[in-house]
């Protein structure tokens, strides 16, 4: 359905119409987000010449007013700081798609592109995307599972039934919210197919760009097809790369119930005679209702009682949020060459039960590290709550 265009009087154009814009893709390119200012209550960034077909000319001088909110923009440089990461990066997004903090630091140097760029292995944030696809494919939360071993890493033997060696058991929800990968590794084997799970990872934006003035690749997934290959890609082992915005994408389409939200880091532009409102753009659906909202529950117990319980608990167990459900995933890699660099993630949003905000945090931390993700993300969040 069509915007009807606004009416814009001015002293040097008395009648001028100008079209909302649906999103701010047209923009790409005719600005720098590093080079945003505080003006008052919002940030602003030169806009340079908008060539896209979609967007009304501007008069030279034109500026963009973001969607960041200072008080968030502020708490994520700082937690940033506070980490000492070789390198980090935060987004926080509303459900819309509004950028409401994007920031990245490269050791002692602001570098809000590490926000948007893919520069770290999707970790176990990818068994996301693998549960996803084994709850359309008919695979219950509860549905119990014996396994041995898969704590750091996959082999043959955890794919197939040991009655001797299999002594736990679990489910697809403790796979999801304590990151084991010999529960994820058994369930591909028995219900998945590589097609299968190469749809799942594009619904949730594997390989694709986002939509937006930020000029972005979300993330990355070569999807292998043999047995072992496939279950090590589904827990997050390898051949899959996320941006943090990309984190920020897949935690949207688990909160708005299993939507496309786009992201969107301008609310308005503007020149001496016009002002022009950038609207969110449609949602679509790439996931089913019921798999959104079984994702989401199973990211309730990663703070509760999972790998993430440490960040949103003190030392007595009480809780950062009182009375704030918060929904997450959390991720771990290390890489050794060219230098050691544990990864760590967390995606999420809150409240769990009417979702406001969404968070990715991405550290590449040293083997001294400050802050893991998690923490970071609670940090911010308790500024957002």
Known sequence: MGIPPLEVRSATHPLRRVSQLSGDAGLRGAMDVALAKLDGDRYVVPLGRVTSLAV????TGGVATLTLVPKLQRAAEAVLERARAHRGAVVVMALDGSILALAGRDGKRRDPGLATRVWAPAASIFKLVTAAALIDAGVRPDQPVCYHGGLRSIEASNLANDPVRDRRCGDLAHAISRSQNAIIAKLVHRHLDPDQLRSAALAFGFGRAAESALSTELGR???PDGDLALARVSAGFWQTELSPLGGAVVASTVASGGLAVIPRIVSAIADETARIPVHPRPFRRVVPEHVARDLAHMMIDTTRRGTARKGFRDRKGREFLPGVAVAGK?????VRSPRYVDYSWFVGFAPA???????SVLLGNPARWHLKAHTAARIVLQQAM
């Open 221 to 223: 997934a070569t999807i």
């Open 330 to 334: 959390t991720g771990s890699l290390a």
């Open 56 to 59: 009304p000319s501007l008069s």
């Open 353 to 359: 039960d009417d979702p406001r905000v969404v968070i």
